[in-house]
């Protein structure tokens, strides 16, 4: 599962070969959610409030960016990390 980014201890990952529709992990301490990559909603599992509004926060800013590492990922192409959250 490719790391496509990282930020205030959040882990950003996209898996191989995953099923649609096009979504990202988020991993802060032992909390995982999955988010939808269209709307930017938890699609499943949740983060404590603060973390949420961060993840939120950088799909807003960069949610072309995350689409693309999705679809390079589901190709097997290679993929660009997605800027972190400053």
């Known amino acids: 599962m490719p790391e496509i980014s990282r930020f205030y201890g959040i882990r950003i990952t ?3 070969d995953d099923h649609p529709p096009s979504h990202f992990h988020a991993e802060y301490g ?3 959610a999955v988010f939808s ?3 930017g909603e938890i699609i499943n599992g ?3 409030t603060t973390a949420k509004k961060l ?3 950088w799909y807003e800013l960069q949610k072309e960016n995350i689409l693309k590492a999705w ?4 190709n ?8 972190p959250l400053d």
């Open 37 to 39: 990559i269209k709307n």
């Open 30 to 32: 032992e909390y995982e």
């Open 46 to 48: 949740k983060l404590p």
């Open 71 to 74: 679809e390079q990922i589901q």
């Open 76 to 83: 097997d192409e290679v993929f660009e990390k997605v800027p």
């Open 55 to 57: 993840v939120k926060k």
């Open 14 to 16: 996209i898996y191989f």
